[in-house]
């Protein structure tokens, strides 16, 4: 399963001990590592990046969705700092904020406190536990979110869309048919009428 994760760090010595042990697991075949960067919450508040691995062959989604989540987590500013470090943003950022969602954005803004390092990755995983006996005695709570789930949602809420715009044009084509028809008609009365007196 596809899945954005993070695990958050008292500093950022663990939080490279941890980005090595993810890295690790993929390096076995455990998971599939697509993208690692670390976020750092400087005391003043300010978030920096810094790319560790972006894997996937694209070399785009994943860094963007990731990327996101610094938007997300920093506002303009945290964008502009992940945009400095290469990300696309437009219009694969904005796919990639659906997918990634402000909640879990919040959840993992109230965990990376001023001071605190966080490891975020997209990954495949078929179970949590591999990476949670990796990271979890490195003293990390590790939070994850199915991006596949955020993306079927986002797909049946854009079906949906297309669904009611198709239903409004079929109506306004059935509307205008009718009114076509009731103007031939007219026409044809018209044409009967004079044939009539003729």
């Known amino acids: 399963m596809e899945r954005m994760l993070v695990a958050v760090f008292d500093n950022e010595a663990k939080a490279h001990e941890g980005s090595a042990a993810l890295q690790r697991l993929g390096d076995d075949g455990e998971i599939a590592v697509h993208t690692v ?3 750092a919450r ?3 508040g300010t978030i920096t990046s810094e790319e560790i691995l972006d894997a996937l062959p694209e070399g785009t989604m994943g860094s963007t969705a990731v990327g996101s989540l610094l938007g ?3 506002g303009p500013v945290g964008l502009a700092i992940g945009a400095a470090g290469g990300l696309l943003v437009g219009a ?3 796919y990639a904020k659906k997918r990634v969602t402000t909640d879990f954005a919040q959840q993992v803004a109230d965990d990376l406190t001023p001071g605190r390092t966080a490891i975020v990755a997209e990954v495949d995983e078929e179970e949590p536990e591999a990476v949670d006996a990796r990271l979890q005695p490195l003293g990390t ?3 994850r979110r199915d991006l596949s789930d955020v993306a079927d949602r986002e797909y049946e ?3 949906a869309t297309i669904k009611s715009d198709l239903a409004g044009v079929e ?3 059935s509307a205008r048919a009718a009114r076509l028809r009731a103007k031939a008609d007219s026409v044809v009365q018209r044409m009967e ?3 009539a007196r003729d």
Do not use: C, Q
Request: charged residues 40%; hydrophobic residues 45%; proline residues 0%.
């Open 37 to 39: 960067r670390i976020f």
């Open 42 to 44: 400087h005391e003043d």
């Open 72 to 74: 997300l987590l920093g």
């Open 92 to 94: 694969t950022a904005d």
């Open 141 to 143: 709570t590790v939070l």
């Open 157 to 159: 809420r854009e079906m």
């Open 171 to 173: 109506a306004k084509l």
């Open 193 to 195: 009428r004079k044939l």
